[in-house]
């Protein structure tokens, strides 16, 4: 069966010390059964490294994509991950949600996409 894939183009300003959130709707993925869910996230920050980026299912599960100490602030994010969904409610909202805690500077979430 082939993969659903469904993106999210609202964008958010990154601003210190505030979470950003834009979701996205599934519809009709809990046919397909996923086990593995590929997240794509596309954002533009001078430290992206410092930022902390979770991901909520439609069940309320949280899945931390990348959280970081503040020591490495000037490294590129990681832009492609896979998260075992094998036990999680699949239709519904997708929420990411982005933190920057060390950076004074802002950036902008460009676009996501969840690849079931």
């Known amino acids: 069966m082939p993969a659903l894939e469904f993106a999210c183009s609202q964008t958010g300003l990154i601003k210190p010390q505030e979470w950003v959130s834009t979701s996205l709707e599934a519809i009709d993925v809990a046919r397909l059964d996923p086990v593995e869910l590929e997240v794509a996230v596309e954002l533009t920050h001078p430290h992206a490294g410092g930022l902390a980026l979770w991901l909520q299912a439609p069940g309320g599960s949280y899945y931390r994509l990348h959280t970081s100490d503040g020591r490495d602030l000037d490294q590129p994010l990681p832009a492609n991950y896979t998260l075992d969904i094998s036990n999680e ?10 933190y920057d805690a060390y950076s004074p500077e802002s950036g902008r979430l460009e676009r996501w996409s969840a690849k079931f």
Do not use: H, I, M, T
């Not at 409610?89 to 982005?98: H, S």
């Open 89 to 98: 409610e699949v239709d519904g909202a997708w929420q990411l949600w982005v």
